[in-house]
């Protein structure tokens, strides 16, 4: 088995000019691979819509977790509600980091991520993502080579030193229209944020609408130098 300890640069080849552009082809390898000890940490953004369907299609009970940092849009908690609706046999888990708002806000003071966007991502996405990942020898993520200069050189499978995992990233191909269109023509739910000038969409206090529309990430935490939130660095 393919895993962090095991990696040697040898990986197996997907073709990237069929109709998924190696995203299906890299998704059955992954689950019939590492079956059940693989999960999706999805976003619920529109390449993760994407990603949920071409998943169910290979692995119908497939476990999906989202990291619920108790700052998320009202609109994304409601795509995730329309996700469950369509995809029934699909286990999502909300997963909450250990610290509430309040006792955040009582340890490290008021709206940590005005003050510290860095520790704020910490303590409730890293390290709710690393227990996720404590244990499983695989992980799915939605990245593409288009969304920014930090993700152009990813690859379809991926040595993760962070998390000491095997980062599978089936979209590295795809691009902004590909996704759209894959969306439109399977009429699948979306976040209706996406509809109002967000691309990228992550915590509330830390997503505006894009700010230039070549740089689909460039809405993220505004004002303050930062482009990811440290789970793919």
């Not at 009970?61 to 995730?80: C, G, K, Q, R, S």
Request: proline share 6%; net charge negative; hydrophobic share 35%.
């Amino acid at each position: 088995m393919l895993t962090y300890h095991t990696w040697d640069g040898e990986k197996p080849s997907f073709p990237s000019d069929n109709d998924t552009k190696g995203a299906l082809d890299v998704l059955r390898w992954a689950y019939d691979h590492y079956e059940d000890d693989i999960v999706y940490a999805c976003s619920f953004g529109i390449e993760g819509i994407v990603l949920i369907d071409l998943i169910a299609k290979v692995r119908p009970n497939a476990e999906i977790v989202f990291l619920d940092t108790d700052l998320h849009f009202p609109e994304t908690y409601e795509t995730i509600e329309k996700v469950k609706q369509q995809y029934p046999s699909l286990r999502i888990v909300m997963k909450k980091p250990h610290l509430t708002l309040d006792e955040q806000a009582e340890q490290f003071g008021a709206e940590l991520w005005k003050q510290n966007p860095n520790k704020c991502c910490e303590l409730r996405k890293i390290i709710p993502l690393r227990e996720v990942l404590t244990g499983v020898t695989a992980w799915i993520s939605g990245l593409r080579r288009e969304q920014s200069p930090t993700r152009q050189h990813v690859q379809y499978l991926n040595k993760d030193d962070k998390f000491q995992s095997i980062k599978v990233c089936p979209l590295i191909h795809w691009t902004w229209k590909d996704v759209w269109n894959y969306v439109y023509k399977h009429e699948l739910p979306y976040n209706v944020l996406h509809d109002r000038g967000y691309p990228s969409i992550g915590c509330e206090p830390c997503t505006s609408p894009a700010l230039d529309i070549n740089d689909l990430r460039s809405g993220r935490w505004a004002g303050h130098g930062k482009t990811e939130c440290g789970l793919h660095l």
